[in-house]
Nanobody, 119 residues
């Protein structure tokens, strides 16, 4: 089993910063990618940023240059530093972990953490 525990969401003014954390535990030796997705009310869940086991990083165009994804392998934790936040960044942010089990990709999700950007 895999457990993902997120923290760091909250209310911030436009232009402010937040850092999200996601700690993974359980059977995660075959992890190939971790990342963050978000879902705003009435919208589909969308990719924010991912980091692969090999260190490849991808960002959504909407957050490029403002958000930074990083990881601490010793702590099995991935972070999302969010700067210059905008009201349109308001959403529930979900941590994702993808691993290979018998050659098949399996995805696990955290419970989600609310980020609200408002004055």
């Amino acid at each position: 089993q895999v457990q993902l525990v997120e923290s760091g969401g909250g209310l911030v003014q436009p232009g402010g910063s937040l850092r999200l954390s996601c700690a993974a535990s359980g059977s995660i030796l075959s992890t190939v990618v971790m990342g963050w997705y978000r879902q705003a009310p009435g919208k589909q869940r969308e990719l924010v940023a991912t980091i692969t086991r090999g260190g490849r990083i991808d960002y959504a165009d909407s957050v490029q240059g403002r958000f930074t994804i990083s990881r601490d392998n010793a702590k099995n934790t991935v972070y999302l530093q969010m700067n210059s936040l905008k009201p349109e960044d308001t959403a529930v942010y979900f941590c994702n972990l993808g691993l290979l089990a018998f050659g098949v990709r399996r995805d696990y999700w955290g419970q989600g953490t609310q980020v609200t950007v408002s004055s």
